[in-house]
């Protein structure tokens, strides 16, 4: 068994694999999937195990952003891990995730998050639950009745050549709403996504939404606003299908505008998918995420992590003015003590006294509890599947 960097010659055998796997693609969604992988393989975005001449396993590393606490990183989005059917239970998965996440370091990706199918694979190099995708439903009618009168929002339709005004409403809002969590994706990605036909998008000067059929109701993609008027406007223009559409299903945040701004709300019907985070390099990854201002911490923790031992040993962070450094500490025995798992729930705001309560945060004190808690609390949470 090898581990190599997939070529174009490899996408018929990908393909394969990801039938047997997960069922067969659309001819149009064939097409599309070949746009958007095909720039990743000359960036190395694209790993595969191969036993002799035959493929038998793939996995993709999708160049992102994402805010935490409202400061943009990048990110190592994996998607499409697939073994082949009949080379299951050999150990494959784990060597193929091992390569990605040395693979994500040399990509300078500090932090990296996926979507799991199972959860001991993943959990067993060091992903552990951090956040999720609400899925929720919505009358069509309640919403087309937000639009507020006179608000003077101006929408319009947004197609690929918006798209680097979009990327940059994007980092507008999520860093102003100190967002943790969602993500951003490259232009070519954009491009490729507002160039379909199927799609509604409109964009405004701080927010915008990709929306479309399914099924006789409508699907939203992405709805995204930095203000109260142009959230009205946004989900208003999809609720002008209420003639038609009786429901929405759109993803939104945990704690979404849009569900304060319905006139009758008693009950939330949604589902979450739950999302698992790793850091890849620890001490980058603190440096580069954004902290509350008003939150103050210098303390050692002291963290295991047997698959990248880099990140491994007695770490003393300090978070002062929005920011943290963490240097190499002296372990003592009044550090906590975290696997990687523990620490990359943390960073995505898993409370302490979850963390204790399952065995992955131990030593410490109350005190240093709190602080950690104050630091690194949010809900993370995406609004994109990958």
């Known amino acids: 068994m090898n581990v190599r960097d997939l070529t174009l010659d490899d996408l018929d055998a990908v393909l394969d694999i990801r039938r047997r796997s997960f069922g067969p693609l659309a001819s149009a969604q064939v097409d599309t999937w070949r746009r958007l992988v095909t720039p990743m393989l000359a960036e190395g975005r694209y790993l595969g195990v191969a036993d002799g001449t035959r493929l038998v396993a793939a996995a993709r590393i999708n160049p992102c952003v994402q805010w935490w606490h409202g400061r943009a990183m990048p990110m190592g989005a994996i998607g499409s891990v697939t073994v082949a059917p009949e080379d299951r239970g050999r150990g494959i998965g784990r060597t193929l995730m091992a390569a990605v996440i040395e693979r994500c370091t040399e990509l300078g990706d500090a932090v990296s998050a996926l979507y799991p199918a199972t959860t001991p694979l993943y959990r067993s190099v060091g992903y552990e639950h951090a956040g999720g995708r609400l899925r929720i439903s919505l009358p069509t009618e309640a919403l087309r ?104 299903t759109a993803s939104v945040e945990p704690h979404d505008p849009v569900l304060w701004l319905l006139r009758e709300r008693s009950r939330d019907e949604g589902v979450r998918d739950r999302w698992m985070f790793r850091l890849i390099d620890l001490p980058l990854a603190v440096a580069r995420r954004g902290f509350p201002y008003g939150a103050c911490l210098d303390t050692v923790i002291e ?64 005190e240093t509890d709190d602080a950690l808690d104050a630091a690194f609390g949010c809900e993370a949470y995406m609004l994109d599947y990958f």
């Open 303 to 366: 963290v295991d992590d047997p698959q990248r031992p880099a990140n491994s040993g007695a770490w003393r962070l300090r978070v002062a003015d929005g920011a943290c450094a963490a240097e190499p500490g002296a372990a003592g025995g009044t550090a906590s003590r975290l696997g990687i798992g523990g620490l990359s729930a943390l960073f995505a705001g898993v409370p302490t006294a979850t963390l204790r309560r399952t065995g992955r945060l131990t030593g410490g004190s109350p």
């Open 145 to 248: 009745t937000l639009a507020a009168p006179g608000a003077g929002v101006k929408l319009r339709r947004l197609g690929p050549d918006d798209v680097p005004e979009l990327m940059a409403v994007l980092d507008r809002v999520h860093s102003g709403s100190r967002a943790s969590g969602p993500l951003g994706w490259p232009e070519r990605t954009w491009r490729l996504w507002t160039d379909d036909e199927d799609d509604f998008c409109y964009l405004a000067d701080d927010g915008y939404v990709i929306y479309r059929w399914s099924d006789g109701d409508i699907e939203v993609d992405n709805l995204v606003a930095g203000s109260e008027a142009t959230a009205r406007a946004l989900w208003s223009v999809v609720g002008t299908a209420s003639s038609i559409a009786a429901r929405v």
